[in-house]
């Protein structure tokens, strides 16, 4: 069966866009592009759709996004991808505001998708009835970059930089290593600040002052700078307090680093999924993990016999029988 035609929404910076079109790409889809929801064409003689969404790609007002979605999907019959399904963390006021969102979107397709158990778990428990596959993320596999050396060892947090993201923890932790060892490490950021977060971001600046900590934030990086960057830190890092499905796990296991994530249910259906790739440590011993990945770096990264599939062909295997045996078009 032909694969539906892919509908990109937003920049294609933003990492769900991206996303969509890797997966579009893999599947060898025809892709219409539109940088806003609400200017969106599809053409006439689309028979069938695949839309990657979350909230955030439907800025302005809810019930008008709404509105354009289901009138689309009464015209289009279209499956959904649903990104960073609603949690309890979100807290309790923007949790009831995303979740009715997200069931709306989700009744209104012929199919669903989510990324991990643990999101259809979370869209479950928000009240939907809806059946839900799961095809985890890839890890889209690149070219190693050269090795280079550091002057001191530098703890790396890769994404976006805003709130929940592990960023004041990695400060801290970092301060009680450097308190045990007699050294100076270092905290990078390799990402840009995610809109609205400039203040945020101006106060993790201050607690690195009040620490002691050097902290770095790189803005938004090219493939290329990424890998060396993230190839290049003595300790990666993934302290997500709010994870259900993560690129940045995955991008470090693109360059073959072995990340220290924060355990959770989905960082432990991560490392069932892809055993011997992540180290798990627990709230509040985050600096234990880095003082021990310190005295191993070997510890932080992946060897040639450790396996970091499923890769891009196999996650377009996994669409493809999906849309043939699953979905009611």
Known sequence: MTPPAHLLLGS?????????????GAVGAEVVRSTRWCDAVVPPDVARLHVHLTDGLLPGDPATALRWWEELTARV?????????????????????RSAVYLRLAAAARG????SAHERSALAALGSSVDVGVVPL?????????????????????GFVYPGKGHAEALRAV??????????????????????????????????????????????????????????VAVPVAAHRNVSASGSVNSWLAVRRRPLVLAGAYAREVAALRPGTTTLFEDGLLADAVD?????????????????APHLPDVALAYSSWWDTEVSW
């Open 12 to 24: 294609e910076q933003h990492g769900v866009t991206r996303y969509a079109g890797q997966v579009a």
């Open 77 to 97: 019959p279209t499956t959904l991808t649903l990104h960073d399904v609603p949690q309890a963390t979100d807290g309790t006021a923007r949790l009831e505001r």
């Open 112 to 115: 669903v998708v989510c990324n």
């Open 138 to 158: 890839p890890v889209v596999e690149r070219a190693l970059p050269a090795a280079t050396g550091v002057d001191r060892p530098v703890v790396g947090l890769l």
């Open 175 to 232: 301060a009680e290593v450097d308190r045990r060892r007699g050294g100076q490490t270092g905290v990078v950021a390799l990402g840009a600040v995610a809109e609205g977060h400039a203040a945020d971001v101006e106060a993790l600046h201050v607690l690195a002052r009040e620490l002691g900590v050097r902290f770095d934030v790189t803005g938004h990086l090219d493939d290329d700078e990424l890998d060396r960057l993230a190839a290049q």
């Open 292 to 308: 021990a990945a310190l005295d191993d770096p070997r510890s932080t990264r992946l060897d040639g016999t450790t396996s970091t």
